[in-house]
C-alpha cells in the first residue's frame, strides 16, 4: 500500500479519529465520518470525470463486475437477454456469465487474436436486436494488453445497449475520463492502485436512469445498490491512493517501462523464450512469458521463495490449470504450458528487477539441462 494511504486509514480507526458509522448522522461522530467518505467519493469522481452520485463503493471489482453485469441483465431482461464479453476477461465476469446462461442468458464469448487483441469489426458483428450488455476489461490481468475502450465506446454508443467496463488493472495506470468517453458502468479495485484491499468502486453513468437490480438488500446505504455499514477507513485509504495514482501516472509508468526493459533484456539472453501479449498495446508492470522446454510449474517451484510468479491470475493460482486467456488467444503445447506471469510496480527497484531477472534465466537454463540428463 502507499504509505499516505496507510496513514490516512488509521485517523480512522481510534477513538480520537472517525471511527463511527458514517450512517449515523444523530450524532456528531457519525457526520465526520459521513462528511471523509463523501469527500473522498469527491476526489475520486473528479479524477475520473463523473459526478459523485455516480460512484457507488463495493468490496472490489469482484462485486463491483457482479452487480454491473447482473444488475443490468435482471433488470433489463424484458428488453432482450443476449450478453457480449470476451473469452480473456476476469473469473468475475466469466463466471457471472455462466450463472446468467444457467438462468436462460445468451453469452457470446468473443475471442481476440493471438495478440490478444480484440477486434472491433467482431464486436459490433455479434450484435443482435436483444443485446443490453457489453463487458470488456481495459487491461487484461494476466497479460498486460490493453484494448482501445475509447473506441470501442464511442461506436456502442448509439446502440440500444449498456457498455460496462473492467478496469480493475488500468485504474491508476491509465488515464480514464468518464466526461469523454461514454462508458455506462466501470469497476475498480483498491488494492491495484496501492490502496487497501477488500475495498473498491461501480460507477454507474446517470445512476437514475440506469437503474440496476441489487445483489444485496438491507439498510439502504449507496442509493439502495450496495447496503452495508460504509468502511470508512477503507474508503479513505483507495481514494488517498487513487489520488496519488492519479497525481504519479506519468512517473509510475515511466519507472514500470524502465523495469520491463531490464527484464525483457535479460531474459532474451535465453533462446526460447516466447512473450505473450502485444507488445505496443500492454502495460508495462505485467510481463506474461515462456520458456522452451521448461514447465511453469517447474519453474515457480525453483524460485518460489524468491520471486513472486504466477502461472495465471491469483484467483486461479490455487488450481492447476492452463490460462484460459493465453488458450483463448489461441496459444497451445508448450508455450501455454510453460508461461508465467510476472508484475511489478511503484515500490520496486532495478536492483530487484536485475536480481529477479538474473536468478529466472540461472533457473531456465538449469532445469533444461536436467531434460538432457
Same mark, same amino acid.
Given at each position: ?10 485517523q ?5 479519529g ?8 444523530? %450524532? ?13 467519493r ?33 433488470? =433489463? ?21 455462466k =450463472? ?19 477486434s ?16 470488456? !476489461? ?52 483498491? %488494492? ?13 453513468r ?16 449507496? =442509493? ?5 455499514t460504509?468502511?470508512? %477507513? ?14 504519479? !501516472?506519468?512517473?509510475?509508468?515511466? %519507472? ?9 533484456a ?17 502495460l ?35 488450481a ?8 483463448? !488467444? ?29 536468478? !529466472? ?13
Amino acid at each position: 500500500m502507499a504509505p499516505e494511504a496507510v496513514t490516512a486509514m488509521l485517523q480512522c480507526l481510534t477513538g480520537d479519529g472517525a471511527f463511527a458509522n458514517p450512517a449515523s448522522l444523530q %450524532h456528531h461522530f457519525g457526520e465526520r465520518a459521513h462528511a471523509l467518505i463523501e469527500d473522498a467519493r469527491a476526489d475520486m469522481a473528479k479524477s475520473l470525470g463523473c459526478k459523485s452520485s455516480e460512484l457507488i463503493f463495493t468490496s472490489g471489482a469482484t462485486e463491483s463486475n457482479n452487480l454491473a453485469i447482473k444488475g443490468i441483465a435482471l433488470r =433489463y431482461q424484458h428488453k432482450g437477454r443476449h450478453i457480449i464479453t470476451s473469452a480473456t476477461e476476469h473469473k468475475s465476469i466469466l463466471d457471472c456469465c455462466k =450463472y446468467l446462461e444457467g438462468i436462460g442468458f445468451q453469452i457470446t464469448y468473443l475471442r481476440p487474436d493471438q495478440q490478444g487483441q480484440l477486434s472491433l469489426d467482431c464486436i459490433l458483428a455479434a450484435l443482435t436486436e436483444q443485446t443490453i450488455l457489453v463487458s470488456l !476489461m481495459q487491461v487484461n490481468n494476466e497479460t498486460g494488453v490493453i484494448q482501445d475502450i475509447d473506441r470501442i465506446a464511442h461506436a456502442l454508443k448509439d446502440k440500444d445497449l449498456f457498455f460496462h467496463v473492467d478496469a480493475a488493472q488500468s485504474a491508476g495506470k491509465l488515464n480514464i475520463n468518464l466526461a469523454n468517453t461514454p462508458i455506462d458502468l466501470l469497476s475498480l479495485s483498491g %488494492h491495484k492502485f496501492y490502496g487497501p484491499k477488500g475495498i473498491g468502486g461501480l460507477f454507474v453513468r446517470n445512476r437514475k436512469q440506469t437503474q440496476l437490480t441489487p445483489l444485496l438488500h438491507g439498510g439502504g446505504q449507496e =442509493y439502495g445498490l450496495r447496503p452495508g455499514t460504509l468502511p470508512t %477507513h477503507q474508503i479513505i485509504g483507495m481514494a488517498t491512493a487513487f489520488r496519488i495514482a492519479d497525481e504519479s !501516472m506519468q512517473e509510475d509508468y515511466q %519507472h514500470c517501462q524502465r523495469l520491463a526493459d531490464i527484464l525483457t533484456a535479460q531474459l532474451k539472453q535465453l533462446d526460447g523464450v516466447h512473450f505473450n501479449g502485444a507488445p505496443a498495446h500492454k502495460l508495462a508492470n505485467i510481463i506474461n512469458v515462456s520458456f522452451d522446454q521448461v514447465g511453469a510449474d517447474a519453474l515457480m517451484i525453483a524460485l518460489r521463495d524468491e520471486i513472486a510468479m504466477a502461472s495465471g491470475s491469483a484467483c486461479n493460482s490455487g488450481a492447476i490449470e492452463a490460462s484460459h486467456v493465453l488458450r483463448a !488467444m489461441g496459444i497451445e503445447g508448450d508455450r501455454l504450458y510453460g508461461a508465467v506471469r510476472i508484475s511489478f510496480g511503484r515500490y520496486n527497484t532495478e536492483a530487484e528487477i536485475k536480481q529477479a531477472g538474473q536468478r !529466472m534465466v540461472e533457473e531456465v537454463a538449469r532445469l533444461r539441462q536436467l531434460t538432457l540428463e
